[in-house]
């Protein structure tokens, strides 16, 4: 393997998209496949190298099919046929899309049809926490035409994609490194007066600033000695003296993100709510110390629940606590009761601590970490042991 020691190095070796080929042509032949088919941005970027803005328009669909021996065959629109050469592929198959009476389907079908029929079976991402981005009719026609059984590959892929390369954690490493540079320049402009929304939008400027590509995720949420929910911010709220501040950030660089956060007080807090910021921070060390090869996600959950419970959690409304991540903001496993999957060196993973302290009140503390065959490593630069008090 190629390994990328500078982390400022755009893209990847064609040694890494060949070997996570192979890694996926390894679990076709344990799953008795003939090819696996790919509609969603992650995954043909994963196999191809395929890194562009149009995905956000949803017009046009994309096809990959990864087969069981030799390249990946990209099936794509005309349009995206230059950026697609500049990737390893060089079977590349187009049509003028949008093409509503057949966006693709019947080349997809020919493609798949024309492959060596071993064990009559192709792999699609059909289950969960996956998507297919084609409309359900284009879909069904595809099952109709293609003289192959379409069977569900979404945990495979998961778990394929769950173990990350060197040169993939060097690119969450750096995203981390500009994610820490904006938090850190929040103590020097945000004041009273100022609204979470305006907070955020200079939060956004330093990240872009320091090297970000963009930074589509961040939220944020603030109340009186407290906050509740923060999915819905940031809001045009005006932070005021004894507020608590939460920012919660999925920033990106080169296609990979970051997805940690951190608290602050204005002016000051009660004993309550430092203690609870206290014991998200004790629970963040205890998940660190779990978060070992042969543990599992569910060890990591455990260690860190026990500390909340301890500190007088009411309970956690989050319904996990922390998350795999890599090109998209949260990927496969979970931190829950139940998951239970095993870690493996190369996983990266945030810690992602969360209780109910009071009625109505949350504190929830966020880090970024990669197994490693000794441990977990930091990737997220740790964030202060007691709550930060802004004057």
């Known amino acids: 393997m190629t390994l990328v020691t500078n982390p400022l190095q755009r893209g990847f070796d064609v040694s890494e998209f060949e070997q996570r080929t192979e890694r996926a042509q ?18 043909v970027r994963y196999f191809t190298g395929f890194h562009t803005q149009f ?5 046009r669909p ?28 060089d079977n590349i198959i187009t049509w003028p899309s949008p093409r509503p009476e057949d966006d693709g389907i019947s ?32 879909f069904m026609e595809l099952t ?23 040169a993939e954690i060097a690119k969450t490493r750096e995203i981390c490194r500009i994610t820490n540079i904006g938090f850190q320049n929040i103590p020097e402009y945000a004041k009273t007066g100022m609204t979470e929304r305006e907070i955020c939008k200079q939060f956004r400027i330093d990240m872009l600033q320091a090297g970000a590509d963009e930074c589509p995720y961040i939220i944020a949420g603030s109340g009186p000695d407290g906050y509740d929910s923060i999915i819905m911010g940031p809001t045009d709220r005006t932070i005021e003296d004894g507020d608590v501040l939460i920012i919660d950030t999925g920033a990106v660089r080169d296609g990979y993100f970051s997805d940690f956060d951190r608290n602050w007080a204005f002016g000051h807090a009660s004993e309550q709510t430092k203690a609870a910021y206290r014991a998200t921070y004790e629970a963040t060390t ?5 978060a070992r090869p042969g543990n599992t996600t569910t060890d990591i959950y455990n260690a860190m629940w026990k500390v909340l419970e301890a500190n007088g959690a009411l309970g956690n409304d989050v319904g996990r606590l922390g998350h795999g991540l890599g090109m998209e903001l949260t990927e496969r496993p979970s931190n829950t009761a139940t998951d239970n999957t095993v870690l493996k ?23 970024n970490i990669v197994i490693t065959e000794n441990g ?16």
Not at 26 to 42: S, Y
Not at 55 to 59: C, E, I, K, L, V
Not at 124 to 135: F, K, Q, V, W
Not at 376 to 391: C, G, V
């Open 144 to 166: 109709r035409l293609v003289k192959k059984e379409i069977v569900d590959v979404s945990l495979a892929v998961h778990e394929l994609r769950q173990v990350k390369s060197p």
């Open 55 to 59: 995905w956000h328009s949803p017009t």
């Open 376 to 391: 977990a490593e930091w990737l997220s630069q740790r964030a202060e042991p007691e709550l930060l008090i802004i004057q």
């Open 345 to 367: 060196p190369g996983m990266v993973m945030t810690l992602e601590p969360g209780m109910v302290y009071a009625p109505g009140k949350s504190m929830v503390h966020e880090e």
């Open 286 to 290: 205890a998940g660190f110390e779990a």
């Open 62 to 89: 994309w096809f990959l099919v990864v087969p069981a021996n030799g390249k990946p065959i990209a099936i794509i629109p005309e349009i995206g046929a230059s950026g697609m050469v500049q990737t390893w592929v």
């Open 107 to 138: 080349l997809v079908a020919s493609t798949l049809n024309s492959l060596k029929c071993v064990h009559g079976r192709v792999g699609a991402t059909l289950g969960i926490e996956s998507h297919l981005r084609m409309p359900v009719n284009n």
């Open 26 to 43: 390894a679990i076709m032949h344990a799953m008795k496949l003939d090819a696996m088919l790919f509609t969603t941005e992650p995954n």
